[in-house]
T-cell receptor, first 120, second 112 residues
Framework: DVKVTQSSRYLVKRTGEKVFLECVQD?????MFWYRQDPGLGLRLIYF???????EKGDIPEGYSVSREKKERFSLILESASTNQTSMYLC???????????????????FGPGTRLTVL | QKEVEQDPGPLSVPEGAIVSLNCTYS??????FMWYRQYSRKGPELLMY????GNKEDGRFTAQVDKSSKYISLFIRDSQPSDSATYLC????????????FGKGTRLHILP
């Protein structure tokens, strides 16, 4: 079974703090993603990565950065947390579809349990 | 306009009823269509997927895509309280960019 784990289920930080959210997957997936999920706004893609040391901006990258030093680990960094970054953060991973038969199942994103971040 | 539109609900139906969940999309290049289910305080999990147009059935669940009208549907027969969750429709184009575009999700309550 694919397992995606996130370092914390609940996190409370203060405005201005630097926050690290860690995500680890154990299935040798090439692709990893960070989303935030807010009521009424759904899942919004923050950053994604196709490979080690590669990163691409998603739809809402402002205020965030990422790091992918190892294939299995993808970190989301809030350089200076603000109250509007209070949210549920979800990490996901998937196979690189170029290396598969192209079936939709191989594009499946596997999600972690999420980190509920509150910034006071 | 968001690429995948979905009514957020909530939708409440009695146990045993047939549930119909729907989405519309705007990008004609989408080829894969998915439904993810998300239980409270959990991450989403893939429930069903279809390629291009047509139906796909899996037990009590049927996924349907009509590319001519850009309409995605999920039907749940004999709904159970355990089906209570948020259902997210999603779509993607098969290329190097493996992003999946998600709808906002519909919260479904099955009333015992």
């Amino acid at each position: 079974d694919v397992k995606v784990t996130q370092s914390s289920r609940y996190l409370v930080k203060r405005t201005g703090e630097k926050v690290f959210l860690e995500c680890v997957q154990d299935m040798d997936h090439e692709n990893m993603f960070w989303y935030r999920q807010d009521p009424g706004l759904g899942l919004r893609l923050i950053y994604f990565s196709y490979d080690v040391k590669m990163k691409e901006k998603g739809d809402i990258p402002e205020g965030y950065s990422v790091s992918r030093e190892k294939k299995e680990r993808f970190s989301l960094i809030l350089e200076s947390a603000s109250t509007n970054q209070t949210s549920m953060y979800l990490c996901a991973s998937s196979l690189n579809i170029e290396w598969t038969s192209g079936r939709a199942r191989d594009n499946e994103q596997f999600f972690g349990p999420g980190t509920r971040l509150t910034v006071l | 306009q968001k690429e995948v539109e979905q009514d957020p609900g909530p939708l409440s139906v009695p146990e045993g009823a047939i549930v119909s969940l729907n989405c519309t999309y705007s990008n004609s290049a989408f080829q894969y269509f998915m439904w993810y289910r998300q239980y409270s305080r959990k991450g989403p999990e893939l429930l069903m997927y279809t390629y291009s147009s047509g139906n796909k059935e899996d037990g009590r669940f049927t996924a349907q895509v009509d590319k001519s009208s850009k309409y995605i549907s999920l039907f749940i027969r004999d709904s159970q309280p355990s089906d209570s969750a948020t259902y997210l429709c999603a779509a993607s184009v098969v290329n190097r960019d493996d992003k999946i575009i998600f709808g906002k999700g519909t919260r479904l309550h099955i009333l015992p």
